[in-house]
């Protein structure tokens, strides 16, 4: 045991407290300690209800405790959890065919989360280029303001300096350039570039949707240089964008995509699609994971991808986007002095903060959570909506009164 804790610590009730004398202090989380949901409802330690509009960062995109999903995983673990690489198992087949019937891919390769996603992309990316031009062609080119994941690669790869800080020497070979800027792809996009990873719609930089014209020219670049795009659909993906993945709505097609945070509902997961002719270039042994596509997982990701990938179920999530729209729109017209213009896809929302109330994004949503609305920000600047797919006409209503509730508070203070 422990000396330095009070004895008795594993059994006597834990409190925020314990968060903060037991944990790395990576997180700041929240007060209150979410003890059971269901749908978009949790309740806390105390009993105290909250609206649920983050669904765990875009995650349970089907809610809490979805009784389908309960019931899928309940039989496989009743089944097989786990058989390891050297086995295959009939839910990852599925689960494979699956994305591969809904999306541009041929092959699927799964992990457990999005870094891992696009940790494969990039290795993958890089052996195409090395075995294909030769190992002059291995640049990565990403943008500014862009997340990948937390991975040593990823994180550097990822367009946020104050992620990488102290962290250095970082891995070489890559550039950034500004989202959305066609001249500054063209004269970053050289021969020597293995591969362009951009996110449809960057999520943690701010929910800023890409623009489609700079995403066709993106891959006009990558056409003529040999380079691979790699799409991160890590947030936007499984439905959140009112399509199976964004790029369906932006006239482009990766050569990979990646896929994770709601593919799991909760579960973790990650999948890197792409085509046979470069998965081939993964061959035996070039790179794995242990619990990548294990039964338990996969069985979680078919029912999630099944039960999303419907043309009823995605035109809800267009439908419950417009309504929060009009809402959101509403709400800044009335407060124009706290916040800007909406902005996002289906339901991966931004509402970025005006002049006067910049770097006040967290303080408005923990006004929100004293209320009962759970909310996420982007940035210091822009609050950010990501409520389950599921969400009802009458929970967007409450949703909207809650933040009016708050901001009028808000404001004030
Ligand atoms: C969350 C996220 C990641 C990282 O996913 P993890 O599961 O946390 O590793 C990567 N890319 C994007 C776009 C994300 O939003």
């Known amino acids: 045991m422990n000396a330095k804790l009070d004895s008795g610590v594993t059994t006597r009730p834990v409190t925020r407290q314990t968060f903060d004398e037991v944990l790395v202090p990576t997180y700041a989380p929240a007060e209150m300690i979410p003890v059971r949901a269901s749908g978009l409802d949790v309740w806390d330690q105390q009993g105290k209800h909250y609206l649920d509009f983050t669904s ?24 097989v959890w786990h058989l390891g ?11 494979a065919s699956a994305l591969i019937d809904a999306t541009f891919a041929e092959r699927a390769f799964f992990c457990n989360s999005g870094a891992e996603a696009n940790e494969a992309a990039l290795k993958l990316a890089r052996k195409y280029a090395h075995t294909k031009f030769g190992p002059h062609k291995s640049r990565i080119v990403s943008c500014l303001s862009s997340f990948h994941g937390r991975t040593l690669f990823t994180v550097s790869v990822g367009g946020q300096p104050k992620y990488t800080e102290g962290f250095e020497p970082l891995p070489p070979g890559l550039n950034h350039i500004p989202y959305n800027d066609i001249e500054a792809a063209r004269a970053a996009i050289t021969d020597d570039v293995a591969a362009v990873i951009v996110e449809p719609i960057q999520g943690e930089g701010g929910v800023i949707p890409g623009n489609p014209d700079y995403l066709k020219a993106l891959r006009e670049i990558c056409d ?11 947030q936007s993906g499984v439905g959140r964008t009112g399509t199976l993945y964004a790029y369906e709505q932006m006239g482009v097609q990766p050569d990979i995509l990646t896929s994770a945070k709601a593919l799991g509902n909760g579960y973790p ?12 270039h993964f061959n035996v042994g070039a790179h794995g994971t242990t ?64 002049d006067g109330f910049k770097g006040r994004a967290k303080d408005f949503t923990k006004a929100c959570e004293k209320l009962g609305l759970m909310l996420l920000i982007a940035g210091p600047d822009v609050v950010r909506l990501a409520p389950a797919l599921v969400v009802s006409d009458e929970q967007i ?14 404001a004030n203070a």
């Open 291 to 354: 619990y990548g596509g294990n039964p338990l997982a996969a069985t979680i990701g078919l029912t999630v991808v099944e039960t999303i990938n419907q043309p009823a179920f995605l035109e809800r999530v267009r439908e419950a986007s417009g309504k929060i729209f009009a809402n959101l729109n509403k709400l800044a017209a009335d407060y124009p002095q706290v916040f800007g213009q909406a902005r996002g896809m289906g339901l991966l929302i931004g509402l970025p903060m005006a």
């Open 397 to 410: 209503v409450e949703a909207d009164r809650l933040m009016r509730a708050a901001v009028a508070q808000f």
């Open 56 to 79: 765990g960062i875009a995650v349970s995109s089907l809610g809490h405790a979805n009784p389908k999903l309960v019931a899928a995983l309940t039989e496989q673990a009743n089944t």
């Open 85 to 95: 690489n050297g086995y295959t198992n009939e839910p990852v087949l599925r689960l």
């Open 269 to 280: 997961i990650g999948a890197m699609l792409t085509t046979t002719e470069i998965a081939q």
């Open 224 to 234: 003529q240089t040999g380079a691979l795009l790699v799409f991160d659909e890590v």
